[in-house]
């Protein structure tokens, strides 16, 4: 039939493609090694001469490689690698797509974590520079003749910063440059990356599109948009594949095979079963977290609300004009910093807890938890405060949010 919509070619996925059995999802393959009638086959299998095939849990198992077919579909790309968890895939991109010498421009405004990673890959004598993304010229200054990557979250955590998407994509395209885009927390239920001119879509699965806290995995994305054949740090050994496929072919073999950060069939299975309702939940999410923004921005106890869906957001333009909406993850102050931890104690919905893209609204003090071993400095060029509160909305009905909210902020 003709192109399906975004729920429907999901929850349809796996029969459309052929399950034994009749089967409405592909089952849960616990292999960890697969044999061959023919050892030509176990060899073509080995060599990349013969399709479909499987090895070694390690590279894949059927399991997986129906959940990357998921993901592909989703984000509209030519194909996808899943991973252990969302840092194993970013980690994965870089360290087998750079080299020593090479130049990496990226936002500023970055997960800690990521943060964190590009100081590793410093060490390793791989070029960071990050800039305020917010526009294309920031981007164009920082780049030099050995730039090879820019890499950008959709939405910034925790500070909400949303890049010039459309602007940095145009000049990836006229600079010949690879452009990573961290999908996180839109989801491609929200936006596709690959409309800006993405090269590679970075997913933490953990997050948006599993969306229930119960299993870890992380994805990559080629959206078919970049020559490969022309960027200088693919292995001779991954030349034989087309100039859309050499990158994952690099990324699968570097990554999964001698990385060996592989995800489990057991937790790909759990991620399918959760991008089933991505779009209902998604949906709900982000209605949930506009509703908490424009209440605490017109609170008396508050002093700062960031979120892309308000039209006090200094990205407000972009997002509504590149997002179908602005997620679940805004962050906020309070006027009174020192009543913090007073009043996320008083709440009594939202979880004490770190992670994003629950079904159930979790918060967290961000300068003493998450950004803490970022230090100071870092912190104060994030635009972080020692007051910021982080909060990923959940599925709970809005009314019963704001109650607790405004009791909670009685204390404030």
Known sequence: MDKQGFTTGIVHGDRNAGVEHGGLRQPIHTSVQYGFERVEDLIGVFQGTKKGGYNYARQGTPTTAALERKVTMLEEGVGSICFSTGMAAITAVFLTLLRAGDHLVASRYVFGNTNSLFNTLRTLGIEVTTVDASTREHVAEAVTPKTRMVFVETIANPGTQVPDLLGIGELCRERGLAYVVDNTITSPALFKPKS?????????????????????????????????????????????????????????????????????????????????????????????????????????????????????????????????????????????????????????????????????????????????????????????????IRLSAGIEEIDDLVADFEQALRLG
Request: hydrophobic share 40%.
């Open 196 to 388: 800006v001119g993405a090269s590679l879509v970075v997913n933490s699965l953990t997050k948006t599109i599993a969306g229930h806290g119960a299993a870890l995995g992380g994805a990559v994305t080629d959206t078919g948009l970049f020559d490969w054949s022309q960027y200088p740090n693919i292995a001779d050994d991954y030349r034989r594949a087309g100039p859309k496929e050499q990158a994952l072919l690099q990324i699968r073999k570097k990554g999964l095979r001698d990385m060996g950060a592989a995800l489990s069939s057991e937790q790909a299975h759990q991620i399918a079963l959760g991008a089933e309702t991505l779009a209902l939940r998604v949906t709900k999410c982000s209605d949930n977290a506009l509703a908490l923004a424009r209440f605490l921005e017109g609170h008396e106890a508050i002093g700062r609300v960031f979120y892309p869906g308000l039209e006090s957001h200094p990205q407000y333009g972009i997002a509504k004009s590149l997002f179908k909406s602005n997620s679940w993850l805004l962050s906020f102050e309070l006027r009174n910093p020192d009543r913090m931890i007073e009043v996320i104690n008083a709440l009594q919905l939202p979880v004490k807890a770190t992670g994003l893209g629950d079904t159930r609204t979790l918060i967290i003090p961000v300068a003493p938890t998450i950004f803490f071993e970022a230090g100071a400095d870092t912190r104060k060029a994030m635009d972080i405060s020692d007051g910021m």
